[in-house]
Structure formats: structure tokens, C-alpha cells
């Protein structure tokens, strides 16, 4: 998806290790947004940032922690990685009071064994 | 939660028809949005109404919302085997920034 990308797009990984998964944008927007989306619940916002260190917790946080030391650049980390956060992992960002919508990344799938 | 609610989970339509979908949402909105996933893909933003508008119209998509019902509707008239995907709502709950999706509603067009 123009100007939004994640890294990796596929990873499988053992329980119990760490995982970080990368946004990147080059729209310089301010407000990025991670979600996961899972058969049944649709997606479901994890953390967001709404400026360079200043992020916050969405409706599903425990268990993840996120960073943005750049404007351009929002990491999602899963601390010990466990079955239940095998999921569809998806970046969003958007201008201010999101006037024009997000703009979503073209997701990261992942599977914990 | 303040995630909208999809209705129908799922429809089948052919080719030319027309398809609506429905949202609902429990909490006062400043803005709703539309999206759609076409399969394994991220989603793409369709069309976005304010709480003060009740109509919107952007190609062949019509966008309605009643506030006082805390309900949107999504119709795609015309329709074409290009619009199967998976439609979704996403609401703000006045939080601004902050949008919480429904589950969806998987439309398939047959040709």
C-alpha cells in the first residue's frame, strides 16, 4: 500500500520468544496504529501513537508493547510470544481527526507454535 | 466494546444487483466510516460521513446515517464481481483519532 509498509509479512515464530514487527510510512503522519484482526472479532486496536514517543493502549494491549523513536517509523513488540497472539497483525496511520480516513498496511501474519 | 456490528455477516448477490449492508454502534459518533478487504489484503477506505450528515454518495457507493438510530448503511449499486470483498464499519466514539471496526459483513458477487 502507497506510502505505508510492514515487515515481515509472514513469521512464524516458537512461544515464549520476543517478536517485533515494523511500520514504516513516508507520509510523515502524525498518528500511527497498530491493530490485530482474528475470524470473529474484526480487528481490534492494540496500541497507537499520536506523536513521536507519545503512545497509548487500545482495547487489547497486554502482552505488547510499542515504540516511536521517528515519525516514520512504529514497532510493535510481543514480549513472550504466545498462541493466543497468532494473528493478522495491521499498521494504519491518518492526518489528524483522521479526516480522510487510515491508510493500512498490507498486514503481517502471525503464527506462534 | 464500542465496535459497530455488521449486518448481514454474509450475502450472496449476482452481478448487476445492488448490495446493502448495515452498521450499528452503541456509542455518540463524530465520524463513521467505510472500508473494504478484498481477501488476504489490508483495508482500503471507501468513504467517510460525519455525525451532522445523513447521505453521502462517492461512485456507485451510497453511504446513510441516523444518528438517532446509531445505525449507517452501506449500498453498492450495480454491483460487479470486482466488489467481492469484505465490508467494514469503523466508528470513533467521539475519541477522534481512535476508530473501532465491526466484524464485517463478506459480500460475494456472482458473475
Known amino acids: 500500500d502507497a506510502g505505508i509498509t510492514q515487515s515481515p509479512r509472514h513469521k512464524v515464530t516458537e512461544t515464549g520468544t520476543p517478536v517485533t514487527l515494523r511500520c514504516h510510512q513516508t507520509e510523515n503522519h502524525r498518528y500511527m496504529y497498530w491493530y490485530r484482526q482474528d475470524p470473529g472479532h474484526g480487528l481490534r486496536l492494540i496500541h497507537y501513537s499520536y506523536g513521536v514517543k507519545d503512545t497509548d493502549k487500545g482495547e487489547v494491549s497486554d502482552g505488547y508493547s510499542v515504540s516511536r523513536s521517528k515519525t516514520e517509523d512504529f514497532l510493535l513488540t510481543l514480549e513472550s510470544a504466545t498462541s493466543s497472539q497468532t494473528s493478522v497483525y495491521f499498521c494504519?496511520?491518518?492526518?489528524?481527526?483522521?479526516?480522510?480516513?487510515?491508510?493500512f498496511g498490507s498486514g503481517t501474519r502471525l503464527t506462534v507454535v | 466494546s464500542q465496535q459497530g456490528e455488521e449486518d448481514p455477516q454474509a450475502l450472496s448477490i449476482q452481478e448487476g444487483e445492488n448490495a446493502t449492508m448495515n452498521c450499528s454502534y452503541k456509542?455518540?459518533?463524530?465520524?463513521l466510516q467505510w472500508y473494504r478487504q478484498n481477501s488476504g489484503r489490508g483495508l482500503v477506505h471507501l468513504i467517510l460521513i460525519r455525525s451532522n450528515e445523513r447521505e453521502k454518495h462517492s461512485g456507485r457507493l451510497r453511504v446513510t446515517l441516523d444518528t438517532s438510530k446509531k445505525s449507517s448503511s452501506l449500498l453498492i449499486t450495480a454491483s460487479r464481481a470486482a466488489d467481492t470483498a469484505s465490508y467494514f464499519c469503523?466508528?470513533?466514539?467521539?475519541?477522534?483519532?481512535?476508530?473501532?471496526f465491526g466484524t464485517g459483513t463478506s459480500l460475494t458477487v456472482i458473475p
Open positions: 469503523a466508528t470513533d466514539g467521539q475519541g477522534g483519532n481512535q476508530f473501532y
Open positions: 494504519a496511520i491518518s492526518a489528524p481527526a483522521a479526516t480522510y480516513g487510515y491508510t
Open positions: 456509542t455518540s459518533i463524530n465520524n
